[in-house]
């Protein structure tokens, strides 16, 4: 998690992790090279054809904008056979059996897939299909309702895929800038417009796609028509080259940088990480201070063979000290992603003691060991019978520890090299430095506190907001409180507190909103 919250809606890692922006350009490489593909403009019209023609070429597939020789495949959507084939005639195509004559159903089977879809016959235009839509179903929208999807993020089960990537960057990148100003209101617009895209299980591709959605309002619209229209989004685009949002990406991609020391930055005429490094008078942060000096290791995404070896060091630690203990991964490697900008851990231990010299004694280890770079220790400020925190973005009470781990890294094969060459690779930097949270929790409290950093911080946040409002109960990290019972719900598990919600249990992977 991000140790500098203000107005607290996008993580540190994910600052670091889009520091590679997105870019909105459209050079693809081919990955399927046995077929080109057509895609007929006639009764689908030039912005949808355009559309599809780009989402195909960025899947790896060969599409021409024009009926070339090196055509073979036609793609139609509403049309006949007996319609393409006289259009075809129209073309002054002469032989129009050299094309396979297809329906825009195993195209969008192909976006889908990822990959060229067998031609089927379902999906194969054929001369006694006399009308344009016999037999042919749409994979892409299958009883899809818009108006029944839910406006919270827990009522949507949102697994990693994404079909809506295009419009979802944009909205990431507005929603930042909106950070960054620290408009809160816009910012959360677009986020929310985010997960439900994210919700999606097909691509976007008209107007009428959205139509009934939640959380699409005029500002959405417009980008999202933009995007349809014209491929991209000039107001995205226009942030990404403005100056203050591309110096506040720089600031908040260093540990412990949030947008308040940005804006003082900024304010004091720094634009650049070299000039913030340049500028003797600035004092820094202990936190600061690593953050810049271990820059690069941080700003790389940490991998998931990464993660593991880490856990391995965790779990290592802590059972030398508290052999029943519980120790988890939790965060987004734990929704199943490949990659992170840390790794959180949650420990606690099903006896009745609390031992809150555990990672005083984990940390003082890996510092004898050589392995801690950088920690800072909050103890608990949690109190018995305390209130669960309205606010949805609260730091929870938790003791913690905000670390920076070194992970040796094995080294290349070095039984080739000669004794000079060998004398170089000692100087090879032979490890990495790793963010890492370890979170210590009492037994009773686990359930809460793995829902909780479990995320996604949307999942989260709508999961609070939906206890609050739908059911007039207050969620946090620590429990579940009924304001009308006037009692706290107890939980031992995850699924338990979703039954106290009334909700469907959603699944750590499924809460990638
Ligand atoms: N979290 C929380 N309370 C906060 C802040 C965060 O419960 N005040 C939760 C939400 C997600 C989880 O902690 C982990 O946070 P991050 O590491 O920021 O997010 P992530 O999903 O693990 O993303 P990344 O892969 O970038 O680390
Ligand atoms: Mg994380």
């Known amino acids: 998690m991000d140790m500098i ?16 922006s997105p870019n909105l ?7 399927f090279n046995k077929f080109v593909i057509f895609i007929m403009q006639r009764k689908m019209g030039v912005t949808r054809r355009t559309f599809l023609m780009e989402l195909a070429r960025r899947k790896g597939f060969r599409v021409e904008s024009e009926l070339s020789d090196s055509v073979t495949h036609i793609v139609a959507e509403n049309n006949s056979y007996l319609e393409v084939l006289d259009w075809l ?19 969008t089977a192909c976006m889908e897939a990822g990959r060229p879809i067998d031609l089927e016959m379902k999906y194969r235009l054929m001369e006694q299909d006399q009308s344009p839509t016999s037999n042919i179903s749409k994979p892409e929208e299958p009883s899809f309702i818009a108006s029944k999807v839910s406006p919270y993020s827990c009522q ?12 979802t960057d944009a909205f990431e990148i507005m929603a930042e800038s909106y950070e960054f100003k620290e408009n809160e209101i816009f910012c959360l617009e677009f986020l929310r417009a985010a997960s439900v895209m994210k919700f999606l299980p097909f691509p976007v591709t008209r107007m009428k796609d959205i139509q009934g959605l939640p959380c699409m309002g005029d500002r959405v619209r417009d980008v999202i028509e933009e995007i349809i229209e014209e491929g991209e989004s000039s107001r995205a685009k226009e942030v990404l080259n403005d100056e203050r949002y591309i110096s506040f990406k720089q600031f908040t991609s260093v540990f412990g940088v949030g947008v308040k020391t940005s804006e003082k930055w900024y304010r004091m005429g720094l634009r650049t990480l070299e000039e913030v490094k340049a500028d003797k008078t600035l004092k820094l942060s202990k936190m600061q201070k690593a953050g810049f000096l271990y820059y690069e290791d941080l700003v790389s995404s940490v991998s998931k ?32 992603k490949k990659i992170g900008h840390d790794i959180d851990f949650l420990i606690t ?11 005083h004694k984990v940390v003082d280890l890996w510092k004898k060991q050589g392995l801690l770079l950088y920690c800072d220790i909050i103890e608990s400020t949690f109190a018995k019978e305390q209130l669960p925190n309205r606010d949805v973005d609260a730091m929870d009470r938790f003791q913690k520890c905000f670390a920076i781990l ?28 790793i963010r890492v949270d370890l979170v210590v929790t009492p037994f009773e409290q686990y359930a809460y506190a793995l829902l909780g950093w479990t995320g996604s911080r949307q ?40 039954a106290h919600l009334g909700l469907d249990y959603v699944e750590p992977w499924e809460r990638n909103a």
Not at 89 to 107: H, M, N, P, T
Not at 308 to 335: C, E, H, M, Q
Request: hydrophobic share 35%; net charge positive; glycine share 6%.
């Open 5 to 20: 919250r203000t107005p607290a809606v996008f993580s540190q890692k994910k600052r670091q992790k889009r520091m590679s």
């Open 25 to 31: 350009s459209c050079n693809y490489e081919t990955k």
């Open 89 to 107: 005639k129209g073309q002054a195509v002469g032989d129009s059996s050299r094309f396979e004559l297809l329906d825009i159903s195993w195209l």
């Open 156 to 167: 949507r089960k949102t697994t990693l895929k994404n079909y809506n990537k295009q419009f």
């Open 305 to 336: 063979g990464e993660a593991d070896a880490v856990s391995l060091i965790v779990k290592n630690t802590v059972y030398a000290f508290l052999p029943d203990a519980l120790v988890t991964i939790t965060g987004g490697f734990r929704r199943g």
């Open 349 to 359: 231990s099903p006896g009745t003691h609390e031992d809150e010299k555990l990672l």
């Open 406 to 433: 070194k992970l040796y890294q094995p080294r290349a094969e070095s039984s080739s090299y000669n004794m000079s060459e060998k004398i170089d690779m000692a100087e090879v930097k032979d490890w990495k430095a």
């Open 459 to 498: 999942f989260g946040r709508d999961l609070r907001r939906y206890a609050n409002h739908e059911r007039k109960m207050i969620l946090d990290n620590h429990a579940l409180y009924d304001r009308k019972k006037k009692i706290f719900l107890k939980a031992g598990s995850e699924e338990e507190i979703f």
